[in-house]
């Protein structure tokens, strides 16, 4: 087994998986920790100490990681975002670079690289941006027409809510994220009472369906991008065939290597 072989094998291993998480939740903590005059006062050398420690191990895992995948190490994107990571974490905090010091927190994105069911969330996510792109285009056309609509209704009665199209684009966004629309709907009524019909048709329209189409898309992609029950009893099976016949090609290296030579059966 070559040397690049062997260090794969090393990172893959679930004990240095599991190292790795907790030095990223670890760190994560000590800079949170760091935002407390108290504790820095305290113990502030150890939080130092600790995330000098953490950025050398995440630095020598991001080389080995190197040096045993080489060129594949650049065919998976969670690799260029490690490493991303971690170069923004080695830029000298000082001088016209101080305000990245305060990014160092964004080690703890490693989580999401090192957790695999983490990995599955962001990968649906992304799998479901054209379906939610969709969606939000969607959701800014209902808000931009009922925009319209306040406005012309309502701008004269509650100009503080809806005198103009950029303070009622605003207003429906509160509305629509569940903050104080009560009392905007009040405001309203107090002139207008039929109003509470606008506010309630907006409110099912942009929240809860745009909302639960958010949610079913998200799911479906979750369903589309996790392996079925078949294809991970497949692929196990495969990885047992693998097994088996490197433990087969073992043993017919070890019987060609015992087998003598022609000369040797001959004899003197």
């Known amino acids: 087994m070559s040397g690049p072989e062997r260090v794969r094998v090393v990172l893959e291993s679930k004990l240095v998986q599991r190292a790795v998480i907790a030095v990223i939740v670890i760190n994560a903590i000590t800079i949170g920790c760091e935002t407390s005059a108290y504790l820095?006062?305290?113990?502030?050398?150890?939080?130092?100490?600790?995330?000098?420690?953490?950025?050398?191990?995440?630095?020598?895992?991001?080389?080995?990681?190197?040096?045993?995948?080489?060129?594949?190490?650049?065919?998976?994107?969670?690799?260029?975002?490690?490493?991303?990571?971690?170069?923004?974490?080695?830029v000298p905090a000082s001088g016209p670079t101080s305000v990245l010091r305060s990014l160092r927190i964004l080690r703890a994105l490693r989580l999401v690289s090192a957790v695999p069911s983490m990995r599955r969330v962001v990968g649906a996510l992304l799998t479901a941006l054209p379906g939610m792109a969709s969606i939000i285009g969607l959701l800014v056309l209902m808000i931009y027409i009922a925009a319209v609509i306040s406005t012309k209704l309502f701008g004269e009665l509650v100009p503080d809510r809806f005198a103009d199209l950029p303070r009622s684009l605003f207003t429906l966004f509160q509305i629509m994220t569940g903050d104080d629309w009560g009392n905007v709907a009040q405001e309203v009524m107090e002139h207008k009472p039929w109003a509470w019909v606008f506010f309630i048709v907006y409110i099912l329209m942009s929240t809860f369906v745009a909302l639960n189409l958010f949610i079913a898309v998200v799911v479906n992609a979750m369903h589309e991008t996790e392996p079925s029950p078949a294809e991970t009893r497949a692929q196990s099976e495969l990885e047992e065939v693998k097994q088996e016949l490197a433990a087969v090609n073992a043993k017919l290296d070890q019987l060609l290597t015992r087998e003598p030579t022609p000369a040797a059966r001959k004899g003197p």
């Not at 953490?54 to 991001?62: G, K, M």
């Not at 080489?70 to 975002?81: H, I, L, M, V």
């Open 40 to 90: 820095m006062a305290q113990v502030g050398g150890l939080l130092h100490a600790v995330d000098r420690i953490a950025l050398a191990i995440f630095t020598v895992e991001i080389a080995a990681r190197l040096y045993a995948y080489r060129k594949s190490f650049f065919a998976d994107p969670w690799n260029w975002f490690d490493a991303a990571i971690v170069a923004i974490a080695l």
